[in-house]
T-cell receptor, first 110, second 114 residues
């Protein structure tokens, strides 16, 4: 089955700096790679996703890159703000099942 | 997503008991996946229901079972509860057939097993 590894487990950045979170996956059949943000006590919320036919996608301050050959994908957040503090999860899979990483706790230092 | 609803919000049970959790997907969505999220971990896939059938299953024992109704809502049943079943149970709403794979999570049910 699919195995997703996520690094780092914790990340602290100064407000205004950039944050990068990286994930690797094992199953070459995976074709969908979403990123979720989860605040304490709340549901995971989809913030951006990418499909295997695309190498990069950007939405305002958030971007995701995908390297299918190396089986890794990354989340980039630029100009970080205090409200970006949360736990971020990557996932890999398809329409039927998602396998999640172990999460990254991002803290933005004012 | 605000359109996905789950009930109850919280639940406390004792070991050996049985529990039923409920999920209603977004309007127009026809597929429901269930995930278990233990404290400090990522969600783990339990199973997915489509057309009232279990379409795929994760690595969970038979104590975990489910059902989907004609209106696409779904139930998750857990028998013979163990302490380790304490977790946040999330359902995700999907529209199969629309090739976008997006899964929208409900608010979850927090189950505590004592």
């Amino acid at each position: 089955g699919e195995n997703v590894e996520q690094h780092p487990s914790t990340l602290s950045v100064q407000e205004g700096d950039s944050a990068v979170i990286k994930c690797t996956y094992s199953d070459s059949a995976s074709n969908y790679f979403p990123w979720y943000k989860q605040e304490l006590g709340k549901r995971p919320q989809l913030i951006i996703d990418i499909r295997s036919n695309v190498g990069e996608k950007k939405d305002q301050r958030i971007a995701v890159t995908l390297n299918k050959t190396a089986k890794h994908f990354s989340l980039h957040i630029t100009e970080t703000q205090p409200e970006d503090s949360a736990v971020y999860f990557c996932a890999a899979g398809g329409n039927e099942k998602l396998t999640f990483g172990t999460g990254t706790r991002l803290t933005i230092i004012p | 997503d605000a359109g996905v609803t789950q009930s109850p919000t919280h639940l406390i049970k004792t070991r050996g008991q049985q529990v039923t959790l409920r999920c209603s997907p977004k309007s127009g969505h026809d597929t429901v996946s269930w995930y278990q999220q233990a404290l400090g971990q990522g969600p783990q896939f339990i199973f997915q229901y489509y057309e009232e059938e279990e379409r795929q299953r994760g690595n969970f024992p038979d104590r975990f079972s489910g059902h989907q109704f004609p209106n696409y809502s779904s139930e998750l049943n857990v028998n013979a509860l163990l302490l380790g079943d304490s977790a946040l149970y999330l359902c995700a709403s999907i529209l199969t057939g629309l090739n976008n794979n997006e899964q929208f999570f409900g608010p979850g049910t927090r189950l505590t097993v004592l």
